[in-house]
């Protein structure tokens, strides 16, 4: 079974500052990895994805994402914090055996003047 | 391209009733899954239809049901509704019926309250 973890419900990170979201994943076959973007009162919008070809995944907005396989961990990061960038994150794991994703619980980012 | 709509956005119902919401998924996909968003239980797969036929289904009760049409227009129903149903009900859409090789596209979701 596929699962997805995301270290930390709520992370608080000052404008212009590194963001870290961090994404853990388990899969017991190659996985397909995505994070999505969710803005308050709307739906899902996907940032970025991996799907096996290069392991550094760029992505909308200046997100990018790396696959660690080692490390099973698929982190999701931003050179400089915008206010904008304050929103709901969410890690999703899938392959190409099983159609469900597996969303994670989520990550808060809050910006901070 | 228009994108993913859903309706009604906002639906207020009580115990026991039966609801229907509406998702119409981008022009040309025919993968439609839905989704239902909780603060308790995050986000948890529904189901997925393809070609008016259901391909995947998440673990909910039977409670829960849905239908695609001819067009990829999707429909979820939720009988005797209880207040856990209170949520955001989330579909999207993809061009393959594979989910999980091609991107999905979310609607705006229907935020259901159960009184």
């Known amino acids: 079974a596929q699962s997805v973890t995301q270290l930390g419900s709520h992370v608080s990170v000052s404008e212009g500052a590194l963001v870290l979201l961090r994404c853990n994943y388990s899969?017991?076959?190659?996985?397909?990895l995505f994070w999505y973007v969710q803005y308050p009162n709307q739906g899902l919008q996907l940032l970025l994805k991996?799907?096996?070809?290069?392991?550094l995944v760029k992505g909308i907005n200046g997100f990018e994402a790396e696959f660690k396989k080692s490390e099973t961990s698929f982190h999701l990061t931003k050179p400089s914090a915008h206010m904008s960038d304050a929103a709901e994150y969410f890690c999703?794991?899938?392959?190409?055996?099983?159609?469900?994703?597996?969303f994670g619980k989520g990550t808060r980012l809050h910006i901070l003047p | 391209k228009a994108g993913v709509t859903q309706t009604p956005r906002y639906l207020i119902k009580t115990r026991g009733q039966q609801v229907t919401l509406s998702c119409s998924p981008i022009?040309?996909?025919?993968?439609v899954s839905w989704y239902q968003q909780t603060p308790g239980q995050g986000l948890q797969f529904l189901f997925e239809?393809?070609?008016?036929?259901?391909?995947n289904k998440g673990n909910f009760p039977g409670r829960f049901s849905g239908r695609q049409f001819s067009n990829s227009r999707s429909e979820m129903n939720v009988s005797t509704l209880e207040l856990g149903d209170s949520a955001l009900y989330l579909c999207?859409?993809?061009?393959?019926?594979?989910?999980?090789?091609?991107?999905?596209?979310f609607g705006p979701g229907t935020r259901l309250t159960v009184l």
């Open positions: 999207a859409s993809s061009s393959v019926e594979r989910g999980g090789t091609d991107t999905q596209y």
């Open positions: 899969s017991s076959v190659p996985p397909y």
């Open positions: 991996y799907t096996s070809a290069a392991t």
């Open positions: 999703a794991v899938t392959s190409n055996r099983d159609d469900k994703i597996i």
């Open positions: 022009s040309g996909h025919r993968s």
């Open positions: 239809y393809f070609s008016e036929t259901q391909r």
